[in-house]
């Protein structure tokens, strides 16, 4: 995870490195937030700063310490070896600060490494700190050389940069199965773990593939291959314009993009099908789906609550075989895949480090892989055989919302595309088109009852403990609401296909524990009636959200909440928009940091 930021340019403007880093810092603390750090060269010497917290945290500390000028790195970080502390922020440094690197990753065999030197220099608990030992062991004169040496003994995932007091106006990066992206300005460079961080700079760019390296100067940068071969590589114009963020009058980022999802939905769909045909349509796709025989969907978290609702819509639409597969142990099972079988890799960011090592051992089995992504020029979108973009707009509150119901509404189409092309007549094309038009109509009539919602979180909220329960569509659309419960409120909140209760899960029911039943779909309602009776007949309280209309449940439910009716294979769309309001009042109510909740990063960038 984390994030690395690194500037040099013309040393007149004595703040301008300082300021540009934290600037792009913040830009990245998506990545992780619980400390920050700086360090560039002053006077010949290394000059660092290293704050707990998040990003402002540094900058109000910068405000009272000196400030460097020369090439400077900057990181934000998630923590992963050592408990978030000053000591283990980045930047590291060697035995006499001669040197100082921000790393981007996991470093496998540090332990190995460290073994290497006899006199215990180390002052962290990180795996990272042993690469600046390392670069310094390396080091007779040539930095670039120092670190290509150092780096061959690594073993795992890696972006770092580099800054040396003898150097005072170069950074060596490189990346091993970590992005990172190098911006070449008018006289400066910037290099950062994802090029959005330079919104606002009017840059060239190019993203540095597995195994390069470069040497970055204000003037200019030379990338290498692994063998140390200098290369030709291209600098592209990104347009990365700077968008300014704004909570738009709601109390946070959350419940901003909550709102926004009428129109996110519609985004998705725009330009997307045609009615006459009574089909859905995708520019960027070019293949028949007659040749398909399995879809494999592989995500991550939310992105795989999003597979898994997919994969029963192209099985129940296209009647295609499909199963979707958490990324991080896909790796691992040595899985079955040949020329006949599609891969759809779902990734809000297109960061996710298990998503594309999935992703990658997918294609070196041979398989084609649409990258279904939200962010452009991320490592999905460069390494996929086709991109379909989410179209939902920035996702600045860490827990997902709207790109999970951009991701549903595209998988649906995906859906319906891949369903015409093989046996689904027009017409029920057409009617099924139909449904998927109305979503940001029936997601609006959600909001519209955010008050009752509001009302019944507050109520729930003195519970330690939930059990969210769904059959069909509903038991996906329970693991997803029951994620963003445990992630902003930090409450307990486990997720159950309602049939599984009574082979174990019932043994916790009771009055100390709240239920929430998700019963929006209709070919299994009077089953799900059952498994609720069994709960209520145990005392747990249960909170209902169902249809309007519909009666069933009221025999049951402690608490309704009525959502507009919609078919079974779409009910998930506005289910998650009410389920997504309940967790954001329980975690007001709790009092929590909703937009950036504890332990979590949006981009989750180690295996
Ligand atoms: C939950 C959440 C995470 C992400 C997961 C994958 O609210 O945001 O579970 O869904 O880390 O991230 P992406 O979609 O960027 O690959």
Redo the contacts with the bound molecule.
Sequence with gaps: MCGIFGYIGPSADKARASRLCLDGLKKLEYRGYDSAGIAGILDGKIQSSKQVGKVALLEELLERSKVPTGATVAHTRWATHGAPSTGNAHPHFDTDKSLAIVHNGIIENFQGLKNQFQNGPFKTDTDSEVIAHLISRAYSGDLLKAVKEAVELLEGSFALAVVHQDHPDEIIVCAHESPLAIGKGDDECFIASDAHAFKGQNLQVAFLSHGEMARCSRDHVQVFNSRGKALDKPFLSLNLKDEILSKNGFDHYMLKEIHEQPQTLQQALDGRYSDEFGTAQFEELKFSAQKVKRILIL??????HAGLLGASLFESLARISSQAEIASEFRYTNPIIDQHTLVIA???????AD?LAAVREAKAKGAKVIGMC?VSHSTLTRESDHVVFLRAGQEVS????K??TSQLITLALLALYFARQRHMSKEDGQAFLAQLKNLPLKVRQVLAHSKAIEKVAIKYSSFEDFFYLGRQYMYPTSLEAS??LK?ISYLNAIAYPAGEMKHGPIALVGPALAVVALCGNQQTKEKMLSNLMEVKARSSPILVFASEGETLFDAVATDIIYLPSICDELASIPYSVALQLFAYFVAVEKKTDIDQPRN?A???TVE
């Design positions: 995500g991550c978290g939310t992105s795989w779902i990734s809000q960011s297109g960061e996710t998503t939200n860490v827990c997902s919302t790109a999970f994620l963003k992630e979590l949006k981009s989750v």
